[in-house]
């Protein structure tokens, strides 16, 4: 099966409009702190008409930035049902990767952090494969601290079933820098793949330009994912405050024209 390019919108119409405008069959949205599941839990039908009229099939919904534990150390149920309630909606989308993160504990130690973060997503791996939808960790740092080695050592290899979104400039920006080692490592684990440029030189964050205009190796990555039979997304993320209006649409059409020629077609 070939990967799939597409990338990041919102979940209104005039966001599959945008995604269906560069000619892109998949879409991912991120559900994040704020948002109230049950919300999204209404809208469902109307986006699964969405996917229907566009052609244009979600295929990751991530939830960012939220609290799982409190500061006592005791899970969040709210937090809980609420992520159980976007994977329904992920089962009734077809959707087959749902993305999430733990907050770290400081008056914890990192061993009971890890527990934690074990117990929280082996109960939302055991939802989610009773409804076809596979968990991965995003690896970056809002809220989370499941984004690196150190931690997939101690939680990803507990728990054989949880993945990985993997995006190279969290890991450029505020990780190891080591993105083309831990792909190689990792790579098997990974079931969801941000396409974002960055522009990182002497220790400073300087832009986010679309790939292909920055300083990441995609042709490395790409014979890597290869390398592990990866077939899932690769989602497109324009996040430069640089690269917005005609020039941010020229970007999204740089990129496609830059990933595509990457991308195996059985046709």
Known sequence: MPMTLGMIEGWG???FQRVASFGLKAVEFTYNVGNDPEDLVEEADKIKDL?????????SI????????DEDGNMIEEELQGTYMILDVCQ???TPVFVTGVNYLENQSYLEN???AVAFLEKVIAYGKERGVKIATYNCHWNNFVREPKAWELVHKRLPELGIKFDPSHCINTGSGKYLEEIAEWGSRIYHFHIKGTLNFNGDHLDDPPAGLDMVDWRAIMGLLYKHKYAGM???EPHSSTWRGDLGEWGVKYTIDYISPMI???N
């Open 234 to 236: 690769l989602s497109i």
């Open 114 to 116: 890890c527990n934690n």
């Open 51 to 59: 996917i229907a009229q566009y052609g244009v099939q979600v295929m």
């Open 62 to 69: 991530g939830r960012w930035g939220t609290d799982k534990f």
């Open 13 to 15: 119409e005039e966001c």
């Open 264 to 266: 195996y077609s059985e």
């Open 92 to 94: 009734k989308l077809g």
